[in-house]
């Protein structure tokens, strides 16, 4: 079987943590044993969040760059690629003799006319006093939002249209490479009226690309793996019960959070209806059993 396994950010740091490499190691090394069971019997492509590592690496390019300008986001992207591809690979490469491993850095093209970039809601970096972000506004052009403790930069979250590197993607799956790709939602690009790629300041669901490319690659399933156990009955109510099974329109007719569950839900749902495939939500420790339905929820075509 094919499967597209998209890890929550929480496989590399939970909420609290530094992004240190050794925490992200350590947070992996338990990831890597639910993935190699999987990576033993079927043919896996892994895709991952980055969202803490991408905000760090911009805190760290600013404190470097001083009064400069930091490095752009779709640089910033591939930095956090290659970082957290590499620590994939250390952790699951001992779990796995014999298999080969590969991250591929993914650009994805997104739609310059996208609404999204008239209207950012995406935050990223550090959280700013009042003074610091209507000063970053002024001299950098950032789009800020007030957040908990001050103000963050906000950025547009456009939808992925097109997997740059989808046909590099098939001829390694094909023979039998574990592929790790499409990080973050993949670096955003946008295509020149030249036929060259330029990168732009946005982020891309993660989620939502895992969906694309499952469906590109005629993939059997769709694993969203986080820290929650399953879709909810009646949440946040104390007697909560999960969802075991749903079809794609019933799942949409649910209320789910924009900011978590709400992005997982749409990404199945096009799965389903797109390619006929499953999809299924769940806990990463429980990765065998959400594929096999006994954890998790699965969401399936109708």
């Not at 290659?82 to 796995?96: C, D, R, T, V």
């Not at 389903?272 to 990463?284: D, H, K, Y």
Request: aromatic share 2%.
């Amino acid at each position: 079987m094919r499967i597209v396994i998209a890890l929550g950010g929480n496989a590399l740091l939970r909420p609290g943590e530094r992004p240190e490499a050794d925490v992200q190691r350590r947070n992996l090394r338990a990831a890597a044993t639910s993935l190699a069971a999987l990576a033993r019997e079927h043919e896996v492509v892994l895709t991952h969040g980055n969202g803490p590592q991408i905000g760090w690496l911009a805190l760290r390019a600013e404190a470097a760059t001083g009064a400069g300008r930091p490095d752009p986001l779709d640089v910033l992207g591939a930095e956090s690629e290659a970082l957290i591809g590499y620590l994939i690979e250390q952790e699951l490469a001992p779990l796995l003799p014999g298999r080969e491993l590969a991250t591929l850095l993914t650009q994805v093209e997104v739609d310059p006319r996208d609404p999204a970039f008239a209207a950012p809601t995406k935050p990223i970096g550090p959280v700013y006093t009042e003074p610091r972000a209507r000063a970053l506004a002024a001299e950098r052009g950032y789009s800020i939002a007030p957040v908990s403790g001050g103000f963050r930069r906000v950025v547009a979250s456009p939808e992925p249209v097109r997997i740059r590197e989808l046909g590099v993607i098939r001829r390694l799956v094909d023979a039998r490479v574990i592929v790790i790709c499409a990080g973050g939602g993949g670096i955003p690009v946008v295509a020149t009226e030249a036929g060259a790629l330029r990168g732009v300041e946005a982020v891309i669901d993660k989620d939502l690309t895992s969906a694309l490319l499952a469906a590109e690659l005629a993939a059997h399933a769709l694993l969203l793996l986080t820290d929650v156990a399953a879709i909810f009955e009646d949440w946040p109510a104390p007697a909560e019960r999960p969802i075991r099974r749903i079809t794609a329109s019933a799942l949409r007719a649910r209320a789910l959070p924009a900011g978590s569950m709400g992005p997982k839900a749409e990404a199945a749902c096009r799965f389903v209806e797109r390619a006929g495939g499953r999809a299924a939500i769940g806990a990463l420790a429980d990765a065998a059993r959400v594929l096999s339905g006994s954890a998790g929820t699965t969401v399936i075509p109708g």
